[in-house]
Structures are given as C-alpha cells and as structure tokens.
C-alpha cells in the first residue's frame, strides 16, 4: 500500500475510531470494517458517506476555532479544548476572566458551518 494511500486509510480509520495503523492492523480493520458494512446494508444508501462527511466537517471545524483562538494574544494563558459534533462546537476549559470566555465563543460563532456553540468554560478562581 503506497504511503498515501496508507495514511489516507489511517485518517479515515482515526475518524471512525480506530487508533492503531499498522499493517496487520489496518488489515484486521478494514476487514472488520467490511463485516459492518455488511450488517448496516439496510441503511439508506450514502448514510455512512454523509456521517464520514459530516465528521470530517467537525473535525475541520475544531481544528479552525482552535487554530484562531491561539492566535488570540488575549487567550494565550486560557487552556481551552475545542470538539465539535454535528456542527456545535462545545468549548471546555479554564479561561483567566469572563471576558475571555466571551472572546472565545465569538471567535468559535465567526467560523463558517458553526450552527452554535456550547459554552463550558471555567473561570479560574481569582480571575
């Protein structure tokens, strides 16, 4: 299997929750991959390709608000974690001062394909 190949296989396998991408491995996985695609066969057609599209999105997602919100000099001594499912962003973590927190949901609202954003972040005590 080529590298890119490979580690195409590897990401589409990490999306899905796999976490190991060796050979025997990956094997093992894409035969058992194959085995649940076989016991889904009743789904609609295309549903398993839109909830990868749609993970994928949420991972592209994360990834642009967590991106943007380091490069926020006000935020740089925040811990904040960024996941996204089905388009909603959900910010967890500890921020210095409320406003802060404000900061980061507006940067998270400001990425295209965000539908909302769930706010779980703490204020540090003294903040």
Known sequence: ????????????????????????????????GASVAKEK??????????RLASRVKDVVISV???????????????DIYVTTHDRVVVLTGTVEKPEDATRAIQI?????DVESVDNKLAVRSGG
């Open 64 to 78: 642009k608000v967590k991106a943007r919100i380091l490069k926020e000099k006000v935020l740089s001594t925040s």
């Open 1 to 32: 299997m080529s590298g890119l190949r490979r580690s195409l296989w590897c990401v589409l396998l990490l999306l899905s929750g796999f976490s190991a991408c060796s050979d025997e491995k990956l094997g093992q996985r894409v035969s058992n």
């Open 41 to 50: 066969a009743d789904q609609p057609p295309g549903a398993p390709r839109q």
């Open 108 to 112: 998270a609202q400001s990425v295209n």
